[in-house]
């Protein structure tokens, strides 16, 4: 039996001899559409989750399906000892929609390997992250090393689509992931060479908003000048809620929201400028508050962004319509302090406030999700930094996130649990994206990150 504190070393070695079944198994896992938001990929998804488990159950786990009102969890777990501490791992196997398919260079269901990079949809987020933890897990059962603390895994089907059937399966469920501490596999590192752990994540609140101004679409020769057109009446609503100084107009948007210390700043340093943004994704106009640094704009203070716009025809040709209604999709990033409830109620109340009259204002909110923010001197979140300063050579830096995982902070709250977030995904991977892809160099960083991590527990 191989001593747990060889780790390092060892599981190199150990990767390097088994490279080849690792990448079968992960272009397996990939090759699943396991689309959670559209219901025609229900079949897929759940012999997605069959083969998770199947892995996990390999690797010498009892796992099990939770059922929930929507996709299955994968819930597998190794206690070596009832006396020992518990450490929970959460992933998600599901992945966002493919749209539009016509960018995509390569099958986004058919792994394809080009400079290295795997190209998939799920590649990064969070198939191939969550996959490096497991087989991690593989790892330490193949050589049969002692754990030193008992492992469980809580592997969901729906967080790209608001992980609702997990949110509502969680009281019933507790004694199940109950662990002392969570390592959530579903972040970026710093940038391309240095490492980081995640210490936190915004929350959120989205919703629909309706515009409605007649019965059926109208001519816009026999009706111009006399109707409103609802188009014209949501883009005039949706400019009311930004100030000139590109704050949010929205009374009591801000309320609980305090201003980052010194210290915070210093300890959450800006990993990316405007230059990094031009030279990466095109943007040439930003839009922070007034006054406000980059940094504080993506993980200090809130955001209300247009998530998308619709009404009338916008098809091939044209066609002289007045449309009935328009649409719109709003989401706002919350910090600290903002009830995802209460923020998205006042927006609601704002935008049937500021509408033209006349018109018919329906607000659609969905379930919100606290932020979340997590100790940065924790048992597990010295033991990761210290695991990925060793694989990487490099200091591990500690970051926020300006995006959402809704779980996270509901899963930590109701299991009273330690919380770290890592992973080895880049802004420039196209998650969410045509040609999602991951580096396999990162991949295997992320797997002896986990297994080296484990042994420091």
């Known amino acids: 039996m191989m001593p747990v504190m060889s780790t390092l070393s060892f599981f190199r070695q150990w990767f390097e001899k088994h490279q080849d079944q690792i990448r079968d198994d992960y272009f397996h896992f990939l090759r699943f559409h396991s689309i959670s938001t559209e219901p025609e990929f229900k079949s897929e998804i759940l012999l997605c989750a069959d083969w998770v488990s199947d892995y996990l159950a390999k690797s010498g786990f009892k796992t099990k399906f939770v059922e929930t009102s929507g996709h299955p969890i994968v819930f597998a777990e190794k206690i070596v000892d009832p006396a ?79 992980s609702t059937g997990l949110f509502l399966a969680l009281p019933e469920n507790r004694d199940l992931l109950s662990a002392d501490s969570l390592l959530v596999v579903d972040f970026d590192g710093y940038n391309e060479t240095t490492p980081a752990i995640n210490l936190g994540v915004r929350g959120l609140v989205s919703m629909d908003v309706t515009v409605t101004g007649s019965k059926s679409d109208l001519h816009s020769g026999l009706c111009g000048g006399i109707a409103y057109n609802p188009n014209r009446a949501l883009v005039e609503l949706l400019a009311k809620l930004y100030t000139k100084d590109g704050s949010i107009a929205v009374d009591g948007f801000y309320d609980g929201v305090l201003e980052p210390t010194a210290a915070e700043k210093a300890a959450y340093p800006p990993q ?68 995802p409830a209460r923020v998205g109620n006042q927006i609601k109340a704002f935008l049937e406030k500021h509408c033209v009259k006349g018109m018919k204002v329906d607000v659609n909110l969905h379930s919100g999700a606290f932020a979340f923010r997590a100790n940065p001197t924790s048992k597990l979140a010295l033991a990761v930094s210290t695991a990925a300063a060793e694989v990487c050579g490099k200091a591990c830096k500690n970051v926020l996130s300006g995006a959402s995982i809704p779980v996270i902070a509901a899963l930590s709250s109701e299991l009273k649990l330690e919380t770290v977030g890592m992973g080895y995904g880049l802004p420039t991977d196209q998650i969410h994206a045509p040609n999602e892809h991951f580096d396999f160099r990162r991949f295997e960083l992320g797997f002896l990150t986990v297994a080296t991590a484990i042994g420091k527990l």
């Open 272 to 339: 990316h400028d405007e230059k990094y943004y031009r030279e990466q994704f095109g943007i040439e106009a930003f839009g922070a508050e007034k006054g406000r640094t980059l940094q504080e704009a993506n993980i200090f203070r809130p955001t209300l962004e247009i998530n998308g716009i619709g009404g009338g025809y916008s098809g091939p040709g044209f066609k002289t319509v007045i449309p009935a209604k328009a649409v719109a999709k709003i989401s706002c990033r919350l910090v600290p302090n903002q009830d």
């Open 84 to 162: 020992k501490e518990t450490l929970l791992i959460y992933g998600h196997y599901d992945v966002q929609p493919v749209d539009p398919i016509e960018l995509w260079e390569s099958d986004p269901f058919t792994p394809t390997e080009r400079d290295n990079r795997i190209y998939a949809r799920g590649a990064v987020d969070d198939k191939g992250q969550i996959f490096y933890a497991m087989v991690a897990m593989r790892a330490l059962a193949d050589q049969d090393i002692p754990l030193p603390v008992n492992i469980k895994f809580c592997i969901e089907g729906e967080e790209e689509a608001g």
